[in-house]
């Protein structure tokens, strides 16, 4: 593993142990040049994923890139950090499991939807408003008045 530090492919693993879920293994090592410690997490990887975006361009799935974005929806919000990281790791299970190599950005940007649902309603409508591309604020109304309804609904079935 290559030092983020000095660019040295010579480091240690000095201590190694499950992440809370089992789903990875969080690795921390030492750079025998520079001393730098830095953690790795590895993970099971089924496939290998491509992302077809609405353009029609093919781009390998990227997991940090879509943790970012979901990071990004929830900055500033009080969620535990296993949380999301759960969020993220079911989304990718989901996206393995479907059977097909090829998914499309759509697919992803609904599974984060319904994950941030569950998981914060403000980072709900932060991402809402970039994968649907929010221009205005009655886009905003509206969106939040279908969201509105669906609670309305949910109560309604529960009575």
Do not use: H
């Amino acid at each position: 593993m290559r030092c983020p530090y000095c660019g040295n492919d010579d480091t240690q693993v000095k201590d190694s142990r499950p992440t809370e879920d089992s789903g990875a293994i969080r690795r921390r090592r030492v750079c025998n040049a520079c001393g730098g410690r830095f953690t790795t997490f590895e993970r099971v990887q089924l496939r290998d994923l491509t992302v077809v975006k609405k353009t029609g361009r093919k781009v390998p799935f990227d997991r940090e890139k879509l943790a970012r974005s979901v990071n990004t929806a929830l900055r500033k919000r009080s969620v535990e950090p296993e949380r999301v990281e759960r969020m993220i790791s079911g989304i990718v299970r989901q996206l393995e499991s479907l059977g097909d190599v090829e998914v499309t950005s759509d697919q992803i940007g609904e599974y984060v939807m319904e994950g941030l649902k569950g998981l914060d309603d403000v980072a709900f409508v932060r991402f809402a408003s970039v994968y649907k591309n929010f221009s205005a604020a009655d886009d905003f109304r509206s969106f939040l008045a279908e969201l509105a309804d669906d609670k309305t609904v949910l109560r309604d079935d529960d009575d």
